[in-house]
């Protein structure tokens, strides 16, 4: 079936805020995502309106287990002395 440019295709699309308070990302997070290409979404005028499906899409497929500790950043244990 051939998609018309400018008309719905019948899926449930997002704003950016909808996606943020629902999935409790960061929009930032979201942002940097849609300009690495790893989540499509399209800009309506000042806002971006993602596709419900790539969104969950993107939640399966990200690593939950957050950066990994650098020497730096790495706690300190506390000595008991």
Request: charged share 30%.
């Amino acid at each position: 079936m051939k998609e018309i440019r400018g008309f719905p295709t019948g899926e449930v699309e997002l704003t950016m805020v909808e996606a943020v308070e629902k999935r409790g990302l960061a929009a930032q997070t979201l942002r940097a995502q849609i300009a690495n290409g790893g989540l499509p979404a399209t800009k309506r005028c000042r806002d971006w309106s993602l596709g419900r499906t790539a969104l969950m899409n993107y939640m399966e497929s990200r690593d939950t287990r957050g950066r990994p500790a650098t020497a730096k950043r790495a706690r300190r244990k506390k000595s008991v002395a």
